[in-house]
């Protein structure tokens, strides 16, 4: 039994790798599918929406399944293959495309069939842009209509709608203790003090509930607690991670970013616009620097920066991709690093397209000015710094800079006079006087 397991390990080592997985795969890649793209996609694709015949070749199922004449392969019989028979143009009644393929296209796509047409192509691809935008996380937000159930609250009526709808009774009321407790630890994270709960408790107004919801969300505890599921969900920390762990002095910055504008309830689109690019949409707004830490939470390895930093850059941006896809439209992007993405609506190439978005992006620190009115005062010194060395009278002469260049002028030392030396005796290195 042991020589016989010896021979069949032998016998599975010396077996050369099969073609289609050793060489097939890549000559389809390489050489197969670009022409498929190049002649046969703008009517035969799901990305295109044209299914003429009912074929599609852009992927494996579809060219095995056929469209209204059958099978357009048949793997190992180029002479018997419908698309072989299409695109050399001798069938008179089959004849695609209108303009034929060169002899040089047509051998590879002769040579593929008969080799087994392997076509790594399992997964079908998505139809098209308006198929792509069914996806839920990229659907536009709308407002329904409020089920028509008697409740002091819309969100209500939408529970009550499909519980009626489930045959499943409304829970009785939950009695004022409990309700405080459930806001404060859902809104803080903190339960109520005693206090808190007595007062409410005896607060009879019909607007106690909401001055309560009021109160909890004006407290700065409310940007505190959810601040920290926003971190979580752009993989925040105070270092860099990897073997080095080296400590981020000043990440605490978009920590406190993230609280305070939680607080001030700004708008969703604003707050993305700022974590993206708030040097170039609100670059008025210094303080607001802090927000671009979005870009920079990730881990950061920098052994492999210094080491191999092509490797380094295409991962580092890769993290940047999956943290703003994640966060901002709830997909799972990365994995159209390797191959179009299985089931979010990302190709391959919308995912080098979104990395080369972030490719002149490097990490470090930046200074700038917390105060704003800081800011503005020293871009206007600098410009008259920058036009003051380069000679830029229109610039300095400008009315609302006159009294400040005058100023500036009397600050400056007098001209020197110069005087030209006039010397009596010139005494040369050897001792030799000549007067005048």
Known sequence: MKDLLVSCMLLILLTPVSRSFA????????????ILRKHCYDCHSHSAGLMEGGLTLDWQSGWKTGGSRGPAII????????????????????????????????????RWVKQGAVDPRHTKPVSDTAKATDWWSLKPLERPDVPAIQTGNPIDAFIQARLKVEGISVSAAAD????????????????????????????????????????????????????????????????????????????????????????????WAQFIREQLAVDHFFPE???????????????????????????????????????????????????ARCHTHKFDPITQADYFAL??????????????????????????????????????????????????????EQTRPPQPRWETLQPDVFVSTFGAKLKR
């Open 355 to 408: 990395q080369a978005v972030f490719a002149g992006i490097g990490k470090g620190d930046v200074s700038f000015d917390a105060d704003r009115e800081v800011a503005v005062q020293r871009t206007r010194w600098e410009t008259l710094k920058t036009a003051a060395q380069t000679q830029k009278k229109e610039m300095l002469l400008q009315p609302e800079n006159q009294k400040l260049v005058a100023e500036w």
């Open 75 to 110: 793997p190992g019989q180029p002479e018997q293959s419908l698309l072989i028979k299409a695109v050399q143009h001798t069938d008179p009644d089959l004849q695609m495309p209108e303009t034929k393929l060169s002899v040089q296209e047509i051998a590879t796509l002769v």
């Open 176 to 267: 004022r203790r409990t309700l405080i407790r459930r806001l404060t630890f859902d809104l803080h994270g903190l339960q109520p003090t005693l206090s808190e709960v007595e007062a409410f408790e005896n607060d009879t107004a019909p607007d106690a509930y909401s001055r309560l919801v009021d109160r909890l969300l004006e407290s700065p505890h409310y940007g505190e607690r959810w601040a920290r599921h926003w971190l979580d969900t752009v993989h925040f920390a105070d270092s860099h991670g990897f073997e080095h762990d080296v400590f981020r002095p000043h990440a605490w910055r978009y920590r406190d970013y993230v609280i305070q504008q939680l607080n001030a309830d700004i708008p």
């Open 285 to 335: 707004k210094t303080d607001l620097m802090p927000a671009l830490g979005f870009l920079g939470a990730g881990p950061y390895d920098r052994s492999a920066a210094a080491t191999a930093p092509k490797s380094f850059e295409y991962l580092d941006r890769d993290d940047l991709v999956t943290q703003t896809m994640g966060a901002f439209a709830s997909t799972t992007a990365n994995c």
């Open 23 to 34: 060489d097939e795969s890549p000559f389809f890649r390489e050489s197969v599918e670009p």
